[in-house]
């Protein structure tokens, strides 16, 4: 080989690994969500139910699989894993959490790359070939975006996503009709009716990635009391997960106080705040005891004073 020759072959070589690398770093944060099967089960029960609740303890992954799961739908490109529901069109989505400010650091940075540095949006799970015009911002809130234009690349067509909070009130998840709707972190009641009546007409779906630190709440009982044919609850827990260590998983659990300890690290809705003991019932519950005949039985009765004994 001549000396022209190995130089080709050579540059031919760098832009191959360049093209390469530039593919990748498209789908880098993506490409990282391997999920583990409680996240898996929550995807596919997608393809079944329109109500979908990851109840999960904290930083075990639940943002991360939700803002996953958006890409896949806005994208059109599902993993060959994928059970759950695909759309076979652009989708329009509404994504929320509590404020904008933790929707924008939390769901956006997920989805877009850091919300303080604009050159590098595109570098989330939503890669920047996949934008087809640049974000729009939100006024009012630093370094927000409003919402996203997507390229779905089996239709060619555009998935829209846009980004609300929960303190906007219920009137301002009125939009039109979507498809798709994520909330991360658990909204109040009316906002995710609201969220819910948007998907009615497209037969779309609502999902919802939260640890459940509000108890008993209407939207927590919903899925736990009240599922249904439409609603799903996946609980994902501490030891469902293998990117923490076992002994980090001890110093995790110790560090929590018996009222939350449950909810923070396996999704079991934390004790109201209205229980005469705010402790978990394996902390004061014993076997069942033989009382011997001789002992004494007492009575009690607490009529009180909305409910007078006759």
């Given at each position: 080989m001549s000396d022209d020759e190995e130089i080709r072959a050579l540059l031919a070589a760098k832009a191959r690994l360049t093209e390469t690398l530039r593919k990748r770093e498209q789908f880098t944060s993506l490409e990282r969500y391997a999920p583990y099967q409680k996240q898996r089960d929550f995807h596919a029960a997608g393809a079944k139910y329109r109500e979908r609740l990851l109840s999960a303890g904290n930083q075990l992954g639940k943002t991360f699989c939700g803002a996953a799961e958006a890409?896949?739908?806005?994208?059109?490109?599902?993993?060959?894993?994928?059970?759950?529901?695909?759309?076979?069109?652009?989708?329009?989505?509404?994504?929320g959490s509590v404020s904008a400010d933790l929707t924008r650091d939390g769901m956006q940075k997920l989805l877009m790359g850091p919300p303080e540095i604009e050159e590098d949006w595109g570098s989330g799970m939503i890669p920047k070939a996949a934008i087809v015009s640049w974000p729009k911002r939100k006024s009012g809130v630093k370094d927000a975006i409003d919402a996203v234009v997507i390229k779905h690349k089996p239709t060619g067509g555009n998935s829209v996503i846009r980004f609300k909070s929960f303190d906007q009130g219920r009137a301002k998840w009125q939009a039109s009709t979507v498809d798709l709707v994520w909330l991360d972190e658990e909204p109040p009641k009316d906002v995710y009716q609201e969220a819910l009546t948007r998907t009615n007409a497209t037969n779309g779906m609502v999902y919802m990635t939260f640890t459940p630190l509000n108890g008993m709440s209407d939207v927590v009982a919903s899925f736990f009391m009240d599922p249904g044919v439409d609603r799903f609850v996946t609980m994902m827990e501490i030891d469902d997960v293998t990117h923490i260590s076992e002994a980090k998983k001890a110093q995790i659990i110790a560090s929590y106080d018996d009222a939350t300890r449950d909810a923070r690290t396996k999704g079991i809705p934390v004790l109201g705040s209205g229980l005469v003991f705010p402790v978990p019932d394996a902390a004061i519950v014993v076997e069942p005891l033989r009382i011997p005949a001789h002992l004494p039985r007492p009575g009690a009765l607490d009529p009180g004073c909305e409910h007078p004994t006759p």
């Open positions: 890409t896949y739908h806005l994208t059109g490109h599902y993993p060959e894993w994928w059970q759950g529901r695909r759309f076979t069109h652009p989708v329009s989505m509404l994504a």
